[in-house]
Every structure is written in structure tokens, then in C-alpha cells.
């Protein structure tokens, strides 16, 4: 009975310990999450369903339904800008891409990513990631700044900024408009007919679902970045889409607006207090066109929402493929726009070339191919509830939806009020993956990040989010610190003051009354205008691309 005693006694002892001190055998870590990274260019504001939209967009409600939205993402209103400050976790200056992906000459504007830099795809090859990229990357046109340069293991990439959707490059558009695979320029591609199936947003989403299948067994985590084209002008959408979306705008751009702007509020995306913009001083009145100027511009904005509707569809295509591969419970993901909608025409007249000038005919219902634009008529009710458009720095041109999902890991249906910025994606990829931002990178010396992890955030814990942002794009400019925000544009150059807290959408100009809270503000702005290496936008204009 002794040694019965002693025997359990020891046994007791023995699970105590092991509870407390482990076997001694490492447990498997978890599993490193996968991440995909989706980001669309030119769309507005309010152009999809989870942001008040008229479209149906179920697969991005989905993500939005069961994971969280951030109602006050800032991008840089700019394409280029855009990437090269989300892949960098830097202002785009200090990245390199000041304004476009021209040369203007001086460190801050040179067009490309510098080596001051790390992408998020050379940062998570630090922790075992593979990488992959599929769609528009218009931040280096060269072999040395193309994707694989830049730690992408797999791509498929459009360097340059517009491709037509259904002919990649038909008339010589734009000499960097070329596409390139692994390492190889696909001079065929540009120029061979494709057949009437082809789309490029499917395109963009066929390439990456190969690379997702090259992935099985080889239990590395992976990163893939999906950078569609659409609705970037041209304005070009299946004739099936189309079909779902004609006559249903001919209600007018005011009453769509004023729809998009209840929906927002009642879902607490935007604050009532926020009134709507007024619609802009260009566009006139829905009642003051002809018939048959309603029945073109209601089938431009069908044609735009069709754009936007296979976009849906197209990330629906990733969704079924993570599940196919067994990794969607293990997978962030994360959408946004580049800018605010575009306002532009389809081509500026320096760049009407004869062949370019053929394409820019009316858009009729039997030819989704004309290379045309929405303009601003359509781009306010994108930008709904905000003032202005892509390239300016009011809010119209600088917020975008921001979706994060992750089964099992994001509290389902939370909306996240705090500023966010596109600085803020790459440190919290790093702060999701391990990975530790270095000093030093191939020998180079890397500016420190400007932006910060959102992890907090995705956790559902407080998160306060940034306490000031800055902003400038060819010479408009923007401060938001917490509820304040400076704005001017180029060329008046005349600061306006709002309290963004109150006034979002900037009706009121507090300018006059409030000269001191001005004062700081500009005083912000100037010294970090001073030290991201922002030049005057005067001393460059001549060389603008």
C-alpha cells in the first residue's frame, strides 16, 4: 500500500509539473497567416454595397459583413503615389514617387522606388513568405524596378497605368502600358488578338489564382497582391454586365447621390452631422439635359458599375480558391481604392495621337469597347458624400473603403473610426507576419517607417489611429491632425481649415475665424514638407510626364 501511495503520488506530482514546465518538447508554432492584399484603382468612396452602393456587390459585403470597415482610410489620391506609400510604410516622396512614374529629376520625384526602401513582399520573404503579385504595378518601368526586383517571387504585371480591357495594347496608348511575367516582357501579349472571352480583370484574377495553386504543399505561408485595373478609364464592361445595369440611372446623379448618402448614414459608415456635398458647380442639373443626353449618361455609369460588378465577381473567384486550397481560415485579407473616382477624360488633349484619338468615340450599347471616361458628372456620386476627385487632397479625393477579413480572427462587423492611412498596410502586414522592420537592407540604409500597425484594430481593441497625416500631389496639399484639417489646392494655393470632426465633408471654411489653428497646421506642414523632400510644385510643372 506504500508503494501505491508513493506511486500516485509521484504521478500527481508529474502532471504538475508537465503542466507547468512542459515536456520539454517544442510545441509547433502557429502557423504563419497568409495574406492578400486587393487593391482597385479610380473607384470611389461609396461604389460598392458594404459603403452604400446601389450594386451588388455580395462577395466584398461578405468581407465587410464578417470582418471589419474602416470609415476614415486616406490614400494619397493618386495612383503611383498610392502604391509606392503602401508598399514602403513611407511617404511617397520619401519612396521616391513624388508625383508619377516620370523622372523629375530630384530624389523625392525620380518615379521609382529607391533603396531607402522595403516593399511588404522583400520584408515577408524575411519570414519564409513566397510572394505574389497579379495586376498593376506603375511604380518602376525598368527591369531593376519591376516586381521581381522588388521581392516578388511570382508576377504578372501591368507597368504602365491604363490598359484597354478587352486588347491590352491596340494602338501603342503609352509606350510603359506593356505587360510583364517572371522576369520576361510578353511582347506577343500586347500585341496578339485575344479572343472575345478575354477581360483583363479576369485576366488579373486568372494569373493569380495559378500562382495560389503553385502554393499547395509547399507549407510556406504566401502574400499575394491583387492590383486590378478597373474602373480605371476606359470605362469598357462585358455586354452581359452592361445589360444588368442600363436604364437603372436615369433617375438622375442627384437623386443616386442623395440615396448613396442615406444608406451611408444608416449604416454608420458616415455621421449625420456630415451633410451631404453639394453636387459640383461643373455638372448641371439632371433636369437640365435632353433625352438622349440622359439615355448616354446613364449607360456611362451602367457600364462603369458593370466594371465594378465584375470586379465583385473576381474577387468572389479568390475567395472559392482559398477554400479549394484549405487556407481560408488562415488568410488576411484587405481592399481598398487607390484614389478617389476620376473626373478625367478618357485623354488629355497633349495626348490625343492620331491612333489614340480614333478610339475616343461614343459609347453605344452593342460596343463596350470605346475608350471613354465617366467624368466628373459621375465621379461625384463615386466620391458621395466628399467634395472633389482623384489627384486633390479634399476628402473626396483621398478616402477609400478599407475592408480587413479574417475568419476566426476579426470580430465580425466592426467599423473602425480612427484615421487610417496607406503608410499604415505595410507595418501591420509586418506586425501580422513577425516580421521586423530592419535597419539595413542590401547594404542600404532604410528610411524609418512613417506609418503604424492597425493590429490593435483588427484585434477589437481600441486603436486611436494616427494623430496627424500628410498630404501632397502636384502641389495640393492637406494636414489632418486629430480633428483638424488644412487643405489647399494647386494652383490658388490658398489654405482652407476644417473640423473634420464636425464637418467631414467640408462645407465650412474655418479658415477667417480660427487663424492661430491655421497657423500650427501649416506650420506642421511646412516642416514635414521639409523633411520628406517635397519641392515646390512650380519649380517641377515643366517637367510633369
Excluded at 520573404?125 to 503579385?133: E, I, P
Amino acid at each position: 500500500m506504500k508503494h501505491l501511495y508513493t506511486y500516485i503520488t509521484f504521478s500527481i506530482l508529474l502532471v504538475l509539473y508537465v503542466s507547468a514546465y512542459g515536456t520539454g518538447v517544442s510545441k509547433p508554432k502557429p502557423a504563419k497567416p497568409n495574406i492578400v492584399l486587393i487593391l482597385v484603382d479610380d473607384m470611389g468612396f461609396s461604389d460598392i454595397g458594404a459603403y452604400g452602393s446601389e450594386i451588388p456587390t455580395p462577395n466584398l459585403d461578405k468581407l465587410a459583413n464578417n470582418g471589419v470597415r474602416f470609415t476614415q482610410f486616406y490614400n494619397t489620391s493618386r495612383c503611383c503615389p498610392t502604391r509606392a506609400a503602401l508598399q514602403s510604410g513611407v511617404y511617397p516622396h520619401q519612396a521616391g514617387v513624388g508625383s508619377m512614374n516620370g523622372n523629375l529629376g530630384t530624389p523625392a520625384y525620380q518615379g521609382y522606388l529607391n533603396k531607402n526602401v522595403i516593399t511588404i513582399a522583400e520584408g515577408l520573404k524575411t519570414q519564409g513568405y513566397t510572394t505574389l503579385m497579379s495586376g498593376k504595378w506603375h511604380i518602376g518601368n525598368t527591369p531593376e524596378q519591376w516586381p521581381g526586383a522588388r521581392g516578388y517571387d511570382k508576377y504578372f504585371a501591368l507597368i504602365g497605368g491604363t490598359s484597354h480591357q478587352f486588347y491590352p495594347h491596340p494602338y501603342k496608348l503609352a509606350e510603359l502600358n506593356f505587360f510583364v511575367k517572371n522576369g520576361q516582357k510578353l511582347e506577343s501579349y500586347t500585341t496578339d488578338k485575344k479572343p472575345d472571352s478575354y477581360y483583363l480583370t479576369d485576366e488579373f484574377t486568372d494569373q493569380a489564382l495559378g500562382f495560389l495553386d503553385e502554393t499547395k504543399n509547399t507549407n510556406k505561408p504566401f502574400f499575394l497582391f491583387t492590383a486590378y485595373n478597373a474602373p480605371h478609364f476606359p470605362i469598357q464592361a462585358r455586354k452581359e454586365d452592361i445589360e444588368k445595369y442600363k436604364g437603372k440611372y436615369m433617375q438622375g446623379w442627384d437623386v443616386v447621390r442623395t440615396e448613396r448618402y442615406k444608406r451611408l448614414v444608416n449604416m454608420g459608415v458616415i455621421r449625420p452631422e456630415w451633410k451631404l456635398s453639394p453636387r459640383d458647380t461643373l455638372i448641371p442639373g439632371w433636369d437640365q439635359l435632353r433625352q438622349t443626353e440622359k439615355e448616354a449618361w446613364d449607360l456611362k455609369m451602367a457600364v462603369y458599375a458593370a466594371m465594378i460588378d465584375r470586379l465583385d465577381y473576381n474577387i468572389g473567384r479568390i475567395l472559392t480558391k482559398l477554400t479549394e486550397l484549405g487556407v481560408d481560415k488562415n488568410t488576411y485579407i484587405f481592399f481598398l481604392s487607390d484614389n478617389g473616382a476620376s473626373h478625367e477624360y478618357a485623354f488629355s488633349a497633349k495626348s490625343q495621337t492620331p491612333e489614340a484619338a480614333s478610339l475616343v468615340k461614343p459609347l453605344t450599347a452593342d460596343n463596350p469597347q470605346s475608350y471613354v471616361s465617366y467624368e466628373y458628372n459621375w465621379a461625384n456620386v463615386s466620391n458621395t458624400p466628399f467634395r472633389s476627385f482623384k489627384h486633390w487632397e479634399h476628402e473626396g479625393g483621398i478616402s477609400t473603403p478599407f475592408i480587413a477579413y479574417a475568419p476566426g480572427k476579426i470580430q465580425a462587423g466592426g467599423l473602425v473610426p480612427a484615421p487610417a492611412h496607406v503608410i499604415d498596410i505595410q507595418p501591420t502586414i509586418f506586425d501580422l507576419a513577425g516580421v521586423k522592420y530592419p535597419q539595413t537592407y542590401k547594404g542600404n540604409t532604410l528610411i524609418s517607417q512613417e506609418g503604424i500597425s492597425f493590429k490593435l484594430a483588427l484585434d477589437g481593441k481600441e486603436w486611436k489611429g494616427n494623430d496627424i497625416i500628410f498630404w501632397e500631389h502636384q502641389g495640393n496639399r492637406a494636414v489632418r491632425q486629430g480633428d483638424w484639417k488644412i487643405v489647399s489646392f494647386y494652383p490658388e494655393n490658398k489654405w482652407e481649415l476644417y473640423n473634420i470632426k464636425e464637418d467631414r465633408t467640408e462645407l465650412h471654411n474655418l479658415a477667417s475665424s480660427n487663424p492661430a489653428k491655421l497657423q500650427e497646421l501649416i506650420n506642421l506642414y511646412n516642416a514635414w514638407a521639409r523633411r520628406a523632400g517635397v519641392v515646390e510644385w512650380d519649380t517641377l510643372v515643366k517637367k510633369t510626364p
